[in-house]
């Protein structure tokens, strides 16, 4: 039961009220007194005719105006506006005491340190903070904020610390802790204070494989000559290229894509290398085209495989000495530009089935990089699901995320055929739609992947040991192509040479390109 006394200031108004409460022994839980002249009183409930004389009582103390019941005290509402507050705030914020240990931390931080909060409560925080002696800082009981990037989790955020000071009855300051307030996007762990950001650092991984890759992509990007990226589709070629030309000398010039299996052959032609006047009715004026366009820069040619042949053969003229005409003109135009090709799977492959210029492949794969499917990089499935659950959660302004056990194991074992970009939009369908804070299996739509029928379970009296072998054989090779639809790949994985798998792979009829 809670009541508001209004009143004038009186010395000893209090006291009396505490009197009235000790001589109807009631037990008072808790008084706040406001300066602008409110008593707020809190106590157990009690039968009606004893409040009845309690009331009565209390307005005939003088000085006193009035007596009313309210449903909840001013620091009450205080205290869950509070919580409120940080429980829907997107960015993590902790606070410490001066001792170091966790005191108050919000829904989003509990979600980057994965426990819950009261379990978080009195922790050392210099325990879970990585990138920043934080106990140090509070040794000094410092007076001043200080700005530093602190690890949470798997991630690093650029953070204001906010030293806390209360004064006593006396006036005399009291140092008594910290708050910390995570303000920007998160970092990948790569970036520190002070440190010129890589723009390898957005490319999130901790698998050995990727990590190499990357390392060699760096290599590569200083160096001015084609790049061909071979990788399933989502895997982030995309990524790859934009951070090699970000990364190289030509950072500063224009970086432009262009879909060559989107464009019809009529289109293609025009977008790459452009048209003179007159040539069309919609430009009469004519039209630069991409290669024009990237003077000096880096132009993206994203699944190459898929060019007509003619396309092919103008290209490979380009590439001779970085000449060619537009549609409708005689005049050679020469650029600058370095190009970067994306192929989904093996671009050799192409080459074998005739539906790609062999000269025009070597010219292209001067230097190459073969990026893993996301199924292949053991770890990094959790590590970018977590790194897109909090994106996901202050892009759409709700509460942090988390996910649970069983839910991790199911997004840990599934296949991802659509790789990153798969695992992206599917998890931001699933928190789009989620009503609660914790992400569990049954929130995740997926597809399921069709199991190929078992043809193991052989009869061997209707069978010959070489029908037995073969349905092995394809069995096999099914249940594995999907996971590695490159016949290099395939190859590396069995142990066979390249050509034995392709010619076993026409054989059965697996894989699209072997379908006639």
Known sequence: MRLEITCSDRLGLCQDVLTILRENEIDLKGIEVDPIGKIYLNFPAIEFTDFQLVMSKIRRIPNVVDVKTIPYMPTEREHYEFNLLLSTLPNPVLSVDSKGRFDVINSAAAALLDAEKEALKGALANELIGGF?????????????????????SASYRANLLPIWVSDSEGE????????????????????????PSPFAQILTQH?????????AERMAQLDVPLLIEGETGVGKELIARACHEAGN????????????????NVAEGELFGYGANVFPHHPQGK?????????????????????????????????????????????????VRLVCLSRGDLFERVETGAFREDLFYRLNVLSLQVPALRERKGDVLMLAEHFVHKFSQQLQRPPVRLTPSCRDYLNNYTWPGNIRQLENTLFRSISMLEKEVLEPVDIKLPEMNAVHDQLAIDIDE????????RFESTLLRRLYPSYPSTRQLARKLGLSHTAVANKLRDYGIGKQRRK
């Not at 000094?140 to 700005?147: C, G, R, S, T, V």
């Not at 050995?208 to 060699?216: E, I, P, V």
């Open 463 to 470: 069978s010959s040991l070489e029908d037995a072998v073969k």
């Open 133 to 153: 002696n934080l106990a140090k800082w509070l040794d000094k009981q410092p007076n001043d904020p200080l700005i530093e990037y602190l690890q949470l989790g």
């Open 208 to 216: 050995a494989s990727m990590k190499r890759l990357l390392k060699d």
């Open 288 to 336: 630069k085209g991409i290669f024009e366009q990237a003077q000096g820069g880096t132009v993206l040619l994203d699944s190459v495989g898929d060019m007509s042949p003619e396309l092919q053969a103008k290209l490979l003229r380009f590439l001779e000495d970085g000449r060619f005409r537009r549609i409708g003109e005689e005049q050679m135009v020469k650029v600058d």
């Open 173 to 196: 300051p009291s140092f008594a802790g910290a708050v910390i307030h995570c303000q920007s996007e998160p970092l990948p762990l790569r970036v520190r204070a002070g440190d010129r």
């Open 250 to 265: 030509r950072s500063q010039q224009p970086f432009l894509a262009v879909n060559c299996g989107a464009l019809p052959d």
